[in-house]
């Protein structure tokens, strides 16, 4: 069954649309926006030999036409060279057609791919055709698209909402295991911030998920898109701390995955050390009910999908140093979302370092 | 006399600030605006020098903190070399502060300024303070930021608001005569697409102008500004084809600029030839009121003021291979402002290419 979720920002208002085998009524949707005949699609290698030839196939039926970039399957995409080729084979590619933009793939061709539309010719159409549960659960929806500094993730980019963001689920069903399981570390973080039943449903069957149940990640996936949508339509700029508490576990994860050059752990497993670290020092601050019990669900939680609840091989300092860079890193003063109970968060700023050093050393 | 025009865009609203000797009143507005007390000043050597001490002491009496970025005073500063290397700096010095921007210069400065605010942490505020006739009439108003690439002019880039413009025309009387010269093309556009009395002003008081009287500067900005205001104001993201006029002369004058490597001809120049070769075009179509006339009176001002009125050195088909790259060249589609009468425009899309040929080669 086909779901369809919207994201209300006046104008710039938008559908995710989530279904199974859903691929063939894409160009009636591309169609009805009025995007035009001519899309680009930015994928990877994997993602194009895999989803590509159903995507043509629904596109050309249609009569829109479609142009493959690719780029390689790594959050190194994210870079000012990568971004500039794309732009500049667009602009070649432009001259004669009035292109719009598809992210075929997880959060790294989305993020790259909605950063290019957003700067080419000051903004072009695109829309998100998430691959990845990541990617469907959470990168698709909300705007937030960007490009990497090597001091930080993520630093250079904008607000720019997508046109449609469509979610095929069938797509999941050929996404290596780790994968889902860096999925799953930002669906548990929807389960901290705000929904304690996703957290409890994540507990009981998670090992459905891993077996790419494609009920239980329906379930998971229609769960954190309602979340996430609802926050976007209320703080599209994350201006009114309200869409903040989706980087729950994010400032010390981005530290961990640039400390680790963006190699040593992906951003889900990055994710979920940073959700460890925050429970720690929410802990420590004394705000969290019950901590043991709480952060040891929270860890167990992690182990059983085969996350990591350690770092390895890391160094703090360079971690430590790295958070200094982060965009919630502000005039010297550091902002943490932080946890009262499960599916409850708070904002505190100024946490003092030497909490945060004990916290993320407690994971070393 | 100071007098303030607003550009009314809800809550990205701001206001343009005209006046003679004005800068010692600038950190009360940025105080207010609460842009912060760390301003990063994106300027050119040769402005630096003289508006720089100036606006240092103006800000350090309200302990308002500055450091300077300076770029090379050329169109090749918008660039994305440039552009990353100032987001470089900026992400370094913003680890223990929250800096806004200043952009502080002429057109290059501003476009090149904005779109590092604009994308910087996906948006960091900026204030725009002009130091040309150009940039005091129109690239500073609008939001329109954005870096060139090779292939064409501002094809990178956003629509992005700055939080104040700030306008003291006693810069203007260190600007060197062919900036005034410049600034002057696009007040002639100003009249010729909205305001007759303006362009029969400019061409009874040219000389006043280029002598720098700052009576007649000071009428002549604030009439540019108020038009351009008041377009922004209705059709920001130019979507209603209000906002499209402003490009009249630009279509041609950007493909001069290009073919020129940029080094050929200046902004206001490649504009003003623009100009004549949309009147040619807009004669050609019969489009024109009284063309003969309309014509030489265009060309008469250009003239007096010491605007080229023909393209030398320049290869033809170079410059109507570069108008392709255009952003108003559209799915094989191209798109001119064109004239009816002095003062009033009309838009037409797919002028047959050998009348764009034409009307340039009249210039050659």
Do not use: W
């Not at 006046?10 to 279904?19: A, F």
């Not at 790294?108 to 998100?128: C, E, T």
């Not at 640039?258 to 497993?269: C, D, I, L, P, T």
């Not at 100024?350 to 050393?361: M, Q």
């Amino acid at each position: 069954m086909t779901k369809t979720i919207s994201v209300n920002l006046g104008k710039r208002s938008y559908q995710i649309i989530i279904g199974n085998k859903i691929t063939t009524s894409l160009a009636k949707h591309i169609k009805k926006l009025g995007l035009g005949n001519d899309a680009i699609i930015i994928t990877n290698p994997r993602v194009k030999k895999i989803a590509g030839p159903q995507l043509i196939s629904a596109l050309k039926k249609s009569n829109i036409s479609c142009v493959f970039q690719t780029v390689p399957d790594s959050e190194k995409s994210k870079s000012q060279g990568i971004a500039f080729r794309l732009i500049d084979k667009i602009s070649r590619y432009a001259r004669l057609k009035q292109p719009f933009i598809i992210a075929l793939g997880g959060g790294v061709v989305g993020d790259l791919a909605g950063f290019v539309a957003s700067v080419y010719k000051r903004g072009i159409p695109y829309i998100q055709l998430p691959t990845t549960l990541l990617a469907q659960i959470d990168s698709s929806i909300g705007g937030k698209v960007g490009i990497d500094l090597t001091c930080g993730k993520n630093l250079v980019g904008a607000f720019y909402q997508p046109r449609l963001v469509f979610s095929d689920i069938s797509f999941l069903q050929t996404l290596p295991k780790n994968e889902i399981r860096c999925g799953l570390a930002e669906a548990i973080k929807y389960g901290l911030i705000k929904d304690k039943a996703l957290f409890e449903y994540l507990e009981k069957n998670y090992q459905k998920a891993l077996g790419l149940d494609e009920n239980c990640l329906e379930y998971i996936i229609n769960k954190c898109v309602l979340i996430k949508a609802k926050i976007v339509g209320q703080d599209e700029k994350e201006t009114k701390s309200i869409r903040t508490i989706l980087n729950f576990g994010h400032t010390i994860g981005h530290a961990i995955e640039a400390a680790g050059g963006f190699k040593a752990y992906s951003h889900g497993q990055a994710v979920g050390l940073g959700m460890l670290a925050a429970a720690e020092i929410s802990s420590s601050l004394g705000l969290l009910y019950n901590p043991e019990k709480t952060l040891d669900r929270i860890k167990n939680l992690l182990r059983n999908i085969g996350l990591p609840v350690k770092i390895k091989g890391l160094n703090l300092e360079k971690i430590i140093k790295a958070h200094t860079f982060d965009k919630k890193f502000i005039q010297g003063r550091n902002r943490f979302v932080l946890m009262k109970q499960i599916g409850q968060t708070l904002i505190k700023q100024n946490i003092p370092s030497g909490l945060i050093t004990s916290a993320v050393r407690k994971l070393v």
